[in-house]
C-alpha cells in the first residue's frame, strides 16, 4: 500500500473557525492532491500540488487554501469553516502528473456545527 | 469538461454471480483507474488501465480507448466484494474525474 497517512482522521468543528488538514506521504511522489466526496458528486478536486511550493486550483478550491513546504506534506487549510465543507476529504498521490496513477490516502471526515 | 458515466448505478448480486460494471467517457483520455470503495470509507486501487485488458484474481478490466469505454468484470462474487465502484479518467488536466460509481451489494 502506498505510504499515506491523512490527519485527523474525524473532527467535528464551529462555523467560522479555522481547520486545517495534513497529508503526509512517504512514497517521495511529486504530485499531491486534495478531493472531497459528497453524496451525489463523487470526489471532486479541491488543488493540487505539482513539487514544493507549487500549487494550483482544482474544481472546488472556493473556500481553501493549500501550502506545501515540504516534498512529503501537504496542507488544506478551511479559512473559516462553513456548513457547506461538511465532507470526507481525500488525499492522493502520484509519481508524475498525466496519466500516472493515483494512490488514496484513508480519508477524513468533517463536521462543520 | 470530460463527463464519465457509470452504469448500473446499483446493482445487486447474489454470492456466486457474475458482473459487469460500465463507464463511457466522453474524450481521449490518458489515465482510467478503477476503484473499490470499501464500507470502511478507504478507496482501494483495483485497475489502472487506460488501454487494454487486465486481470487480479477474481476481478479483470478492459478498456476501450477508441470507444471511449471500459469495463470491470467481477466473477463469482463474495460478500467482501460489496461497496461502491468507481471509475475515474484524466484528460490531460492532472485532475482525476470520478464517476458517481456503481454500488455493488452481495447477499449470501
Known amino acids: 500500500d502506498a505510504g499515506i497517512t491523512q490527519s485527523p482522521r474525524h473532527k467535528v468543528t464551529e462555523t467560522g473557525t479555522p481547520v486545517t488538514l495534513r497529508c503526509h506521504q512517504t512514497?517521495?511522489?511529486?504530485?499531491m492532491y486534495w478531493y472531497r466526496q459528497d453524496p451525489g458528486h463523487g470526489l471532486r478536486l479541491i488543488h493540487y500540488s505539482y513539487g514544493v511550493k507549487d500549487t494550483d486550483k482544482g474544481e472546488v478550491s472556493d473556500g481553501y487554501s493549500v501550502s506545501r513546504s515540504k516534498t512529503e506534506d501537504f496542507l488544506l487549510t478551511l479559512e473559516s469553516a462553513t456548513s457547506s465543507q461538511t465532507s470526507v476529504y481525500f488525499c492522493a498521490i502520484s509519481g508524475r502528473g498525466g496519466g500516472a496513477e493515483a494512490f488514496f490516502g484513508q480519508g477524513t471526515r468533517l463536521t462543520v456545527v | 469538461g470530460i463527463q464519465v458515466e457509470q452504469s448500473p448505478p446499483d446493482l445487486i448480486l447474489q454470492e456466486g454471480a457474475n458482473s459487469t460494471l460500465r463507464c463511457n467517457f466522453s474524450d481521449s483520455v490518458n489515465n482510467l483507474q478503477w476503484f473499490h470503495q470499501n464500507p470502511w470509507g478507504q478507496l482501494i486501487n483495483l485497475f489502472y488501465?487506460?488501454?487494454g485488458t487486465k486481470q487480479n484474481g477474481r476481478l479483470s478490466a478492459t478498456t476501450v480507448a477508441t470507444e471511449r469505454y471500459s469495463l470491470l468484470y467481477i466473477s463469482s462474487s463474495q460478500t467482501t466484494d460489496s461497496g461502491v465502484y468507481f471509475c475515474a479518467v484524466e484528460a490531460g488536466s492532472y485532475q482525476l474525474t470520478f464517476g458517481k460509481g456503481t454500488k455493488l451489494s452481495v447477499i449470501p
Open positions: 488501465i487506460p488501454s
Open positions: 512514497e517521495n511522489h511529486r504530485y
